[in-house]
């Protein structure tokens, strides 16, 4: 039931799959989204789009293709838009770790990468996008057997 809190790049990280802080349409984009898709290849995008749009707060799942993992999770965060909603915005980015974490125990994953999700495009402020991950990732190791990364 390990949690590690590192930094680094997550394209680099070797685990059973990696969480993509994606877009609602799945398509490329900045930040750690244009990052992922640089470094998979342009399979990613093609089946990304194919899985059609995602709700905000929910995840979909791709192959890994040129990136050291077997799947790629795709997480849709809340946009921040001044804090506007601010607690429909914490409740949907909790959504965001809890249905990344149900597929990948659903995949069988013993290890898992996530960037800090809210916190670039999303606007999401830091220390409270990095304390909903905690507490999601921590709640979800009390009761399964997984490792899981938090890479900055």
Partial sequence: MPFQIITGDITKIR?????NAANKKLKGGGGVNGAIQKAAGPELLRDSLALGCCSVGQAKITDGYGLPCKYIIHAVAPHWFHGLFRRKKFSQLMSCYRASLKLAKELGCDTVAFPLLGAGNCG??????????IMEITSFLQENDMTVMLVL
């Fill in 15 to 19: 685990c059973d799959a990696i969480v």
């Fill in 124 to 133: 999401i402020p830091y220390n409270a996008a990095k304390a909903i991950a």
